[in-house]
């Protein structure tokens, strides 16, 4: 067989080819770096690309930030009223421990000198000032 000619107008000028779609062409699906479609993009569009994933990724960090910030302050509010119910619950077992002192004082007889319930009670009342005082 001949090789095609080009095809020209009436007056014998060469007429370009019709353009081929890119998905016929036999370079279809070849990385941009061989000649496939992707390769006639404009360069604009990959720097656009990533300024773009750029500013999403900062913006979504940003929002991880605040949103582990934020969690972080309601857990150390919590914590804060769980030491403040703390407290309250050792200044009344404070108070509790003291009405049982005072309660063994005044049942002991004056003339005992056995005094380990006084001790007992003593140590246990002292060891919750103790505790209210060092928080």
């Not at 009436?10 to 036999?26: T, V, Y």
């Not at 569009?45 to 999403?56: N, Q, T, Y």
């Amino acid at each position: 067989m001949a090789p095609e000619r080009p095809a020209t107008d009436r007056e014998g000028i060469a007429q370009a080819a019709p353009p081929e779609d890119p998905a016929l062409s036999p370079d279809a699906g070849q990385p941009p770096e061989a000649g496939g479609f992707s390769a006639r993009l404009p360069r604009a569009v990959p720097g656009a690309v990533w300024i773009v994933l750029l500013v999403v990724t900062l913006l979504g960090a940003v929002g991880g930030i605040f949103r582990y910030s934020s969690e972080v302050r309601q857990e150390i509010d919590q914590l804060a009223i769980a030491n403040s119910d703390n407290l309250q619950w050792s200044l009344a077992q404070l108070e509790v421990e003291f009405g049982r002192l005072r309660l063994t004082l005044l049942e002991a007889p004056p003339q005992d000198t056995d005094l380990a319930e006084v001790r007992r009670r003593f140590d246990i009342f002292y060891a919750r000032v103790d505790t209210v005082l060092e928080g």
